[in-house]
């Protein structure tokens, strides 16, 4: 029985061991075969640089059959030389240091070194307005918005950026900063850039859903300003945050006074990790600013979104105090769907005038939903890429988003009954938008707007209870 068994097993060993060897022997003829398939790709290719050489170099000595050598000899050969010099140059092997650098075009031109990267790109906004005829408003054109954008990378973890404004026959600075990025949680910016408050004041002017922003985020916005911040993604992205501080005088201006402001900004996406698509991208924050300043107000006031002034303060008006802004945001993407809901509130202690004093209280909010009729997934602060980009011959018509957007504007009565400022001390408005993008650069814009007042206010010969507005623009990006 014993010696039986073991005749069996020596047999099952001997099978496997030919399936094995069988096994090998096929994976090695496939390997063969294919070593063989590339060997007679490179001989034909090596056949056909040796037979295009032997061709120039035919012409080259002018031994073609019937070939008439040009009257312009010397262009000629030069030509020759020049298509025979980028043979040669394409059978080189690159160096260390060619293969250091690398120029490429992709949403912005790039230049790549080892540890460096520089990208050039820019943006354009170009309107046009139309009012209605009791307002008086006068249609026109406009430059919107001219942009050139810089940005680049140093030893791999030093980013920075200057971004530069173009108005009429003149250049500003917008942002110009140098980030440290080693830790993505908290990443260290200094120099002149966004102020960390309000959902709408954080996105690019060229991804926001309406022409203009809501009344109260343009109005009370810090917008650019030289500072040091601290912000990050912690926690695979469900906590955003950045705290700052900042001159508190806005682009390029240096502080008039011992105190700066602080600016802090907190955003929860508490399913940011979840699988459930619904409501993976629900984001909800708050924000505010605390500071001192010491400004005349002259001249100064707040507009809609057609530049109308509804409330001016008076000429000898100033502002030394302290200035409060804060509120609170909310915004939910699903799929080709977005709502955004936005609180924004602005408290400035003790404006003056003559001897006359009060503060003055502004309360704003907005609700605004938009939604892409062609199906494309909406994107936080980014261009919206359309299934089919816009193509007369392949029939593609780009993506097409609709939008609608309810506001109100609340200043208290105090400075309007002392005096300090003339004006309504209220408006609703309701935006009505369309957007059209052919492909992911360029976007075209139709808003119509109804600004209701709460008295009449003075935009043109005659006061006016409300205004109409018909806004259009053109922009691109590269």
Same mark, same amino acid.
């Given at each position: 029985?014993?010696?039986?068994?073991?005749?069996?097993?020596?047999?099952?060993? @001997? %099978? =496997?061991?030919?399936?094995?060897?069988?096994?090998?022997?096929?994976?090695?003829?496939? #390997?063969?075969?294919?070593?063989?398939?590339?060997?007679?790709?490179?001989?034909?290719?090596?056949?056909?640089?040796?037979?295009?050489?032997?061709?120039?170099?035919?012409?080259?000595?002018?031994?073609?059959?019937?070939?008439?050598?040009?009257?312009?000899?010397?262009?000629?050969?030069?030509?020759?030389?020049? /298509?025979?010099?980028?043979?040669?140059?394409?059978?080189?092997?690159?160096?260390?240091?060619?293969?250091?650098?690398?120029?490429?075009?992709?949403?912005?031109?790039?230049?790549?070194?080892?540890?460096?990267?520089?990208?050039?790109?820019?943006?354009?906004?170009?309107?046009?307005?139309?009012?209605?005829?009791?307002?008086?408003?006068?249609?026109?054109?406009?430059? $919107?918005?001219?942009?050139?954008?810089?940005? +680049?990378?140093?030893?791999?973890?030093?980013?920075?950026?200057?971004?530069?404004? @173009?108005?009429?026959?003149?250049?500003?600075?917008?942002?110009?900063?140098?980030?440290?990025?080693?830790?993505?949680?908290? *990443?260290?910016?200094?120099?002149?850039?966004?102020?960390?408050?309000?959902?709408?004041?954080?996105? =690019? =002017?060229?991804?926001?859903?309406?022409?203009?922003?809501?009344?109260?985020?343009?109005? !009370?916005?810090?917008?650019?300003?030289?500072?040091?911040?601290?912000?990050?993604?912690?926690?695979?992205?469900?906590?955003?945050?950045? !705290?700052?501080?900042?001159? +508190?005088?806005? $682009?390029?201006?240096?502080?008039?006074?011992?105190?700066?402001?602080?600016?802090?900004?907190?955003?929860?996406?508490?399913?940011?990790?979840?699988?459930?698509?619904?409501?993976?991208?629900?984001?909800?924050?708050?924000? %505010?600013?605390?500071?001192?300043?010491?400004?005349?107000?002259?001249?100064?006031?707040?507009?809609?979104?057609?530049?109308?002034? @509804?409330? /001016?303060?008076?000429?000898?008006? *100033?502002?030394?105090? /302290?200035?409060?802004?804060?509120?609170?945001?909310?915004?939910?993407? %699903?799929?080709?769907?977005?709502?955004?809901?936005?609180?924004?509130?602005?408290?400035?202690?003790?404006?003056?005038?003559?001897?006359?004093?009060?503060?003055?209280?502004?309360?704003?909010?907005?609700?605004?939903?938009?939604?892409? #009729?062609?199906?494309?997934?909406?994107?936080?602060?980014?261009?919206?890429?359309?299934?089919?980009?816009?193509?007369?011959?392949?029939?593609?018509?780009?993506?097409?988003?609709?939008?609608?957007?309810?506001?109100?504007?609340?200043?208290?009565?105090?400075?309007? /009954? #002392?005096?300090?400022?003339?004006?309504?001390?209220?408006?609703?408005?309701?935006?009505?938008?369309?957007?059209?993008?052919?492909?992911?650069?360029?976007? #075209?814009?139709?808003?119509?707007?109804?600004?209701?007042?709460?008295?009449?206010?003075?935009? +043109?010969?005659?006061?006016?209870?409300?205004?109409?507005?018909?806004?259009?623009?053109?922009?691109?990006?590269?």
């Amino acid at each position: 029985m014993k010696k039986e068994f073991a005749m069996v097993f020596l047999g099952i060993c @001997f %099978f =496997s061991s030919q399936a094995e060897a069988q096994a090998a022997s096929g994976e090695l003829a496939a #390997l063969k075969k294919t070593i063989q398939g590339l060997q007679k790709q490179i001989q034909i290719q090596g056949e056909e640089i040796a037979s295009l050489k032997n061709q120039f170099a035919r012409v080259e000595g002018g031994r073609v059959p019937g070939y008439v050598v040009p009257k312009d000899q010397e262009a000629f050969k030069k030509s020759v030389f020049d /298509t025979l010099q980028e043979i040669r140059l394409s059978e080189k092997k690159e160096t260390v240091e060619e293969k250091e650098l690398r120029t490429l075009y992709d949403d912005g031109f790039y230049l790549k070194g080892k540890d460096d990267t520089l990208k050039i790109g820019g943006w354009y906004q170009g309107d046009v307005i139309f009012y209605d005829r009791e307002n008086e408003g006068n249609a026109r054109f406009r430059n $919107r918005r001219v942009r050139l954008d810089i940005r +680049g990378v140093l030893e791999d973890y030093f980013e920075y950026r200057l971004f530069t404004q @173009f108005a009429g026959s003149s250049a500003s600075l917008q942002e110009a900063w140098l980030m440290y990025k080693y830790f993505p949680s908290a *990443r260290i910016k200094l120099g002149q850039f966004k102020v960390p408050f309000s959902l709408e004041s954080q996105y =690019s =002017s060229l991804w926001t859903d309406f022409i203009e922003k809501s009344i109260g985020v343009a109005n !009370l916005e810090p917008a650019e300003d030289v500072g040091l911040m601290i912000y990050g993604n912690p926690f695979k992205g469900v906590v955003e945050y950045a !705290l700052g501080t900042f001159n +508190g005088r806005a $682009r390029l201006s240096e502080d008039n006074n011992d105190n700066f402001d602080i600016a802090g900004r907190l955003v929860l996406a508490p399913f940011k990790t979840s699988k459930n698509d619904l409501w993976r991208e629900l984001y909800l924050g708050g924000s %505010f600013t605390l500071g001192h300043s010491d400004e005349t107000l002259a001249g100064t006031g707040f507009t809609t979104a057609g530049g109308s002034r @509804f409330f /001016t303060y008076a000429s000898s008006a *100033r502002h030394a105090d /302290t200035r409060t802004r804060f509120g609170g945001e909310m915004q939910w993407i %699903f799929g080709p769907g977005d709502i955004k809901a936005e609180y924004v509130a602005g408290r400035f202690g003790d404006v003056e005038r003559g001897g006359l004093q009060g503060d003055v209280d502004i309360d704003s909010w907005y609700v605004s939903t938009s939604y892409l #009729l062609t199906g494309e997934r909406k994107v936080r602060d980014k261009w919206v890429s359309p299934k089919k980009i816009f193509s007369i011959p392949d029939g593609g018509w780009g993506a097409w988003e609709a939008a609608i957007r309810f506001e109100q504007f609340f200043v208290n009565e105090t400075p309007i /009954t #002392l005096g300090l400022a003339t004006g309504v001390d209220r408006v609703d408005a309701y935006t009505l938008g369309l957007n059209w993008w052919p492909n992911k650069h360029i976007r #075209l814009m139709f808003n119509y707007v109804l600004n209701d007042f709460s008295d009449s206010a003075a935009l +043109g010969a005659e006061p006016q209870s409300s205004e109409h507005l018909w806004l259009g623009r053109a922009q691109y990006n590269f």
